[in-house]
């Protein structure tokens, strides 16, 4: 193969390997300036469709400004400032929020399956960690002031064991990263999933599940 021949072999591979970085990444690269979310059409295609006439409205919001109410069940609440709450974060890939914790409070395991999360301390201090796919724990006790990064995909939780409260930013490479958790996915989805199949994975009889389940079903 001639040197020309080789060149183009080796150029052809690299743009192979970004376009596969890029498929791997966050949300796709947006094709024009802005393409603010119209929230009113019931019609989606993988995000939103862009609004004709849009303001500086579109692209600001007070959502995280305030601490949320954490007197609930895990004693934390996630508070969004995604592209439903900022319509111009449509077609941008990226996202924040605002987890506020009671002392004593979790952020039970669960999952972003569209994006990596970082988050940033503002009050008190939390112990974090994610398991890797091969099931191990990274753990770290995270301070006022500290960052901590949670991969893609993998299950990862925040747990307040302090006596005061606590409060994080967290970013996102997602317009809408999408939240699931672990125990309120498996035990209190809609239809459940059966009780033979939670007994054989979990090891444990039926009347554990069905407590488990009593406990996390959606308050009526």
Do not use: W
């Amino acid at each position: 193969m001639s040197v020309f021949g080789k060149l183009v072999v080796i150029m052809a591979v690299a743009m192979l390997a970004i376009s596969l970085d890029k498929a791997s990444a966050g949300d796709p690269d947006m094709l024009q300036d802005v393409c603010v979310a119209d929230l009113t059409n019931s019609l989606t295609v993988n995000g939103y469709l862009c609004k004709k006439n849009f303001s500086e409205i579109d692209f600001s919001s007070m959502a995280i400004a305030k601490a949320g109410a954490t007197n609930n069940t895990f004693g934390s609440v996630v508070t969004g400032a995604n592209v439903m709450k900022v319509p111009g974060l449509n077609t941008l890939g990226v996202s924040m929020a605002r987890i506020d914790y009671a002392p004593g409070g979790i952020n039970p395991p669960h999952t972003h399956p569209r994006a990596t999360e970082m988050i940033f301390v503002l009050e008190g201090e939390l112990d974090v960690g994610f398991i890797t796919t091969s099931n191990v724990l990274i753990t770290k006790h995270i301070v006022k002031g500290e960052v901590f990064a949670f991969p893609r995909g993998l299950v990862h939780f925040q747990q307040n064991n302090g006596d005061v409260p606590a409060a994080v930013v967290a970013g996102f490479n997602s317009q809408l990263p999408g939240t699931q958790s672990i125990a309120t996915t498996l035990f209190a989805s809609s239809p459940t999933v059966p009780d033979s199949v939670l007994t054989k994975t979990f090891q444990v009889g039926t009347k554990e599940i069905q407590k488990i389940k009593s406990r996390l079903a959606p308050k009526k």
